[in-house]
């Protein structure tokens, strides 16, 4: 069964720290994925890592960096937190796309309000 | 520019009947659709795809059908259940990438 965790699901932060959101996926997958969710916007793509040390830019990367140090594990880093940061962050995670069935598998959420 | 588009924000059915929601699409080189479900502080979970080469695929009570002329997929739940409401995202997958682009959701109620 597979299992993606993510290290919190509520934080709230003022204004100015740096944040940091963990997601830990045990099967194995090479592609992980960090989305947000907003009201009417659906899930936008932040960040795409395929390999250890790899990552690639999504559709909304500004404010964020991310860290992939090992193939479990996916950090999305926000580096002075923003109020317009405020939402719901979901962490995904995929095998290699061989058969064309990019089947993700998604993690619970980290609802992250910043005051 | 939103490539894949839901333009139902909400849809209400009552128990038993069918429900159908909606996807538009914009870029004919995606190769592969996918349909997710998502509960309120949950994430979501994977429900049925469907590869371009086909037209209709079939899980017990869910079918998706698409419609490539049209750049149109729809999911069919029948009969629907108070248990499936929640959010519904399609999802399609560009050629030779392993992202996957997503709707803005459409919210289905079943009420009994």
């Known amino acids: 069964d597979v299992k993606v965790t993510q290290s919190s699901r509520y934080l709230v932060k003022r204004t100015g720290e740096k944040v940091f959101l963990e997601c830990v996926q045990d099967?194995?997958?090479?592609?992980m994925f960090w989305y947000r969710q907003d009201p009417g916007l659906g899930l936008r793509l932040i960040y795409f890592?395929?390999?250890?040390?790899?990552?690639e830019k999504g559709d909304i990367p500004e404010g964020y960096s991310v860290s992939r140090e090992k193939k479990e594990r996916f950090s999305l880093i926000l580096e002075s937190a923003s109020t317009n940061q405020t939402s719901m962050y979901l962490c995904?995670?995929?095998?290699?796309?061989?058969?064309?069935?990019?089947?993700?598998?998604f993690g619970p959420g980290t609802r992250l309000t910043v005051l | 520019d939103q490539q894949v588009k839901q333009n139902s924000p909400s849809l209400s059915v009552q128990e038993g009947r069918i429900s159908i929601l909606n996807c538009d699409y914009t870029?004919?080189?995606?190769?592969?659709f996918l349909w997710y479900k998502k509960y309120p502080a949950e994430g979501p979970t994977f429900l049925i795809s469907?590869?371009?080469?086909?037209d209709k695929n079939e899980d017990g009570r869910f079918t998706v059908f698409l419609n490539k002329s049209a750049k149109h997929l729809s999911l069919h739940i029948v009969p629907s259940q108070p248990g499936d409401s929640a959010v519904y995202f399609c999802?399609?997958?560009?050629?030779?990438?392993?992202?996957?682009?997503f709707g803005t959701g459409t919210r289905l109620q079943v009420f009994p």
């Open positions: 469907i590869s371009s080469i086909k």
């Open positions: 999802a399609a997958s560009p050629h030779n990438t392993d992202k996957l682009i």
């Open positions: 099967m194995d997958h090479e592609n």
């Open positions: 890592s395929y390999d250890v040390k790899m990552k």
């Open positions: 995904a995670s995929s095998l290699v796309g061989l058969a064309g069935n990019n089947e993700q598998f």
């Open positions: 870029n004919s080189m995606f190769d592969y």
